[in-house]
């Protein structure tokens, strides 16, 4: 069995893209290693709007992975599937870097278009 292109978006969006922001959070010379949370809790600005985007796409995760996987099981159809699945890694990789930029009302309106692409494959399921 191949890996679809949705399949690589739930790993992109559970490895890469949280990757990504948490590298920026804690690039400093100040990163204390052997006190990773003491230092993640002390973070300001842009680096700890960094981190908080992490902390959420944890918590959009779970939801994004189900709806792929439901939608692929119910024989949805794959390039329908696909593209929502790669919409939801772009909204989230924006989503960060709107939050990194600290610009509220478009990392918010990113996130409804990242929870559109859940609730929409969540439907193709049924």
Sequence with gaps: MTMTIADWCVFIAGLIVPFIFTVYAKASKD?????????MAALQGARQRAYWAV????????????????????????ASVDILA??????RLVYGLMYVLDKATLRSLVWVGSIGCVVTLFTMAM
């Design 31 to 39: 990163f204390d290693n052997a006190r990773p949370r003491d230092y």
């Design 86 to 91: 790669a919409g939801f890694v772009a909204c």
């Design 55 to 78: 902390q959420n796409g944890y918590e959009t995760y779970p939801l994004f992975v189900a709806a792929v996987l439901l939608a692929e099981r119910a024989g949805a159809a794959q």
